[in-house]
């Protein structure tokens, strides 16, 4: 019963980033409009200190002063995402439900096409590059700035979704998004845990989105 829950969970999480690639592509065709929103950077961790992410923000602002789109300070969003994990000693009991509202959340916010750049641990990293939410690194840097970052880019498993429990195919994402684990500003919101920074597929600010992924390498 447990794996047939936890394979439900699987198929519907793909099913829903299926629809986030349509997205994707539905809003590349339109690349060329100006971005009028306010630049958006989201957070995603089942622990977040939003202070620490306020912090951040004027942080920001005052070092990438135009990150400030007519007139708009940039927004920075949080998502609780992933599964808790049981640990009754601890009181704390697994919530499926946190994870696929996440999941939700963040399909919906993918799909207005304003989020440009994503800060999250592993899991949900991983998560949203096998769902092809991410620019590819090649897309964004040339082959000698790769190198310079080469022990700090990140790709992952490719998931086998129809089996009891998920597996890894042998086959890994394109390299999408870089190692910021030292950063000591993404360790106040994240804490001791392994992050990572990715730029949103569908951005119409590459060159800003690229200026952030940069202050935090």
Request: hydrophobic share 45%.
């Amino acid at each position: 019963m447990k794996k047939s829950l936890k394979k439900n969970r699987e198929l519907i999480a793909g099913t829903l980033f299926l629809a986030i690639i349509l997205v994707l592509c539905i809003s590349g065709c339109s690349s060329g409009n100006k971005k009028t929103a306010a630049f958006q950077i989201t957070f995603s961790s089942l622990s977040i200190n939003e202070s620490a992410v306020t912090e951040y923000g004027a942080y920001l602002v005052k070092n990438i002063p135009e990150l400030v789109i007519d007139g708009k300070a940039p927004v920075l969003s949080s998502i609780l995402m992933g599964e808790v994990k049981n640990d009754p000693e601890a009181g704390v009991f697994s919530d499926p439900m946190l994870g696929m509202a996440g999941i939700m959340r963040m399909a919906a916010v993918v799909s207005t096409g304003e989020m440009d750049v994503f800060i999250a641990d592993m899991d949900n990293a991983a998560r949203n590059a096998r769902g092809g939410m991410f620019l590819t690194l090649d897309e964004i840097y040339t082959s000698d700035e790769l190198k310079n970052l080469e022990s700090r880019l990140l790709s992952f498993d490719i998931l086998k979704t129809d089996t009891a429990e998920p597996e890894p195919t042998g086959e890994k994402t394109p390299l999408c998004g870089i190692n910021i684990t030292g950063n000591e500003q993404m360790r106040k919101i994240f804490g001791n845990q392994e992050i990572g920074v990715f730029i949103v597929a569908n951005t119409k600010n590459l060159e800003l989105a690229k200026k952030v992924m940069n202050s935090l390498i």
